[in-house]
C-alpha cells in the first residue's frame, strides 16, 4: 500500500514536471517569435519614417444626362496617396468622420501596392477629415503586428468660395480650392481680400482714392456746391439771351 502510494506521488511529480517544462518551452518560443533585435528595430523605424501620406486633386466628366442641362459637368474629388510602403510593415487606416465607410478600419499590405505606392479614391469632401494611420510590423519580421509608429495626417474639404467671382484668380488662402479649415463667413471673406489679397500697394491706394472721390462727390456739400454753380450759369444765360433780343430789337426801330 506504501509503495502503491510512493509511485502515484511519483507520477503526479513527473506529470507536473512535464507541464513546467513544456509551458517553460512555450512562453520561450513566443518571446523569442515576438521579440526584434535593436538592429532589426532600428532599420523598422527607419523604413516607418519613410512613409509619406499625402493627397492628389483629381478631377472627371460626368455623364451629361446626369444634368438637367443635359451639359457635362466636371466632378472634382481627391485620393489619399501613400509612398514608399515596404513589405516589412503594413498599415492600419482609420478616420474620425463618423459614419464614413471610406479608408475606415482599412489594412494596406505591401502586396496590396503598385510598388509600394497606394492610391485610394477619397468622395466625402464636404467635410475635414483627420487620417490615423498606424504603422505595423508584417509577418516577414521577427517581431510581427508590433506598432512601429502612429502617423496623421488631415484630408481637406472643398472650399465653396473657390468658386465665387471674388476668388476668381486670388491666391488668397480662403479661395484655395481645397483647404483644411472651416471657411470664414462671406463678410470676413470680404474684408480678408480687401486688406490681405494679392492685389499691389499701388492698385490698393488707388482703389482707396477712388472711395474717397466717391465718398466727397455725395457730399452734401459738394452737391449744394454744384447745384449753386448751375444756378448761377444758367441766370448768366439767361440774362444774355434777353440783351440780344433787346439789342436786335432796337436795330429795327433804326430801320
Known amino acids: 500500500m506504501l509503495k502503491l502510494r510512493r509511485i502515484e506521488g511519483d507520477n503526479v511529480r513527473h506529470k507536473l514536471l512535464c507541464f513546467l517544462t513544456l509551458v517553460s518551452i512555450t512562453l520561450t518560443m513566443t518571446v523569442k ?16 519614417g519613410a512613409v509619406n501620406v499625402s493627397y492628389d486633386v ?7 444626362s446626369l444634368s438637367l442641362d443635359n451639359v ?11 509612398m514608399n510602403l515596404s513589405p ?7 478616420n474620425d468622420l463618423s459614419g464614413a465607410g471610406q479608408i475606415n478600419n482599412m489594412i494596406i499590405n505591401y502586396s496590396d501596392t503598385n510598388n509600394g505606392e497606394s492610391r485610394m479614391r477619397w468622395d466625402s469632401n464636404e467635410k475635414i477629415a483627420k487620417f490615423t494611420i498606424d504603422v505595423m510590423s508584417s509577418a516577414s519580421t521577427s517581431c510581427p503586428n508590433d506598432k512601429i509608429t502612429v502617423k496623421t495626417f488631415i484630408m481637406p474639404k472643398e472650399n ?3 468658386y465665387y467671382s471674388i476668388c476668381s484668380g486670388s491666391n488668397h488662402k480662403y479661395c484655395k480650392q481645397f483647404i483644411d479649415f472651416e471657411e470664414p463667413s462671406e463678410n470676413e471673406l470680404s474684408k480678408a481680400l480687401g486688406l490681405d489679397g494679392d492685389d499691389s500697394e499701388e492698385e490698393q491706394t488707388i482703389t482707396n482714392e477712388s472711395k474717397v472721390s466717391l465718398t466727397f ?3 452734401p456739400i459738394f452737391i449744394g456746391a454744384t447745384v449753386g454753380v448751375i444756378i448761377v450759369i444758367s441766370i ?20
Open 217 to 219: 462727390i455725395k457730399s
Open 236 to 255: 448768366i444765360v439767361i440774362i444774355s439771351r434777353r440783351k440780344n433780343t433787346k439789342n436786335r430789337g432796337n436795330k429795327k426801330n433804326e430801320f
Open 160 to 162: 465653396e468660395y473657390f
Open 88 to 94: 516589412e510593415i503594413y498599415l492600419n487606416i482609420s
Open 58 to 64: 483629381k478631377e472627371e466628366t460626368l455623364d451629361p
Open 33 to 48: 517569435a515576438a521579440s526584434c533585435s535593436y538592429t532589426e528595430q532600428a532599420q523598422l523605424n527607419k523604413i516607418a
Open 72 to 82: 457635362s459637368i466636371t466632378n472634382y474629388y481627391l485620393e489619399l496617396v501613400i
